[in-house]
């Protein structure tokens, strides 16, 4: 059975720290490619960060380079977000997504519709 739940969200001020985690099941958490989507009211959702699991690389949209850490957990089968120094950009319902079946090329593009497994979502607010 596949499952994520994602935790961790909140409201913080611009310059702060939050560390969203997403709790897998055993199904979920053997995809090749794991990755951390947001979406903000009146946009689409967009690519944040993704791991190809098979060799353990990482990827992350440009908006956010240098400022946030994806991580695996495989004691606990977690996914987790480190973000820093975070902007009021960042304010986004932010979802933890898995695809089973993936490759190199494709886990890189951090597209959306390549995802077939997606979790509820926490928000994330950062004010000015």
């Known amino acids: 059975q596949v499952q994520l739940v994602e935790s961790g969200g909140g409201s913080v001020q611009a310059g702060g720290s939050l560390r969203l985690s997403c709790a897998a099941s055993?199904?979920?958490?053997?995809?090749?490619?794991m990755g951390w989507f947001r979406q903000a009211p009146g946009k689409g959702r967009e690519g944040v960060a993704t791991?190809?699991?098979?060799?353990?690389?990482?990827y992350y949209a440009d908006s956010v380079k240098g400022r946030f850490t994806i991580s695996r957990d495989n004691a606990k089968n977690t996914l987790t977000l480190q973000m820093n120094s975070l902007k009021p950009e960042d304010t986004a319902m932010y979802y933890c997504?898995?695809?089973?079946?993936?490759?190199?090329?494709?886990?890189?593009?951090?597209?959306?519709?390549?995802?077939?497994?997606w979790g509820q979502g926490t928000q994330v607010t950062v004010s000015s």
């Open positions: 055993r199904d979920s958490y053997s995809s090749d490619c």
């Open positions: 791991i190809y699991t098979v060799a353990d690389i990482t």
């Open positions: 997504a898995a695809d089973p079946y993936s490759n190199y090329a494709t886990c890189r593009r951090l597209a959306p519709r390549s995802f077939d497994y």
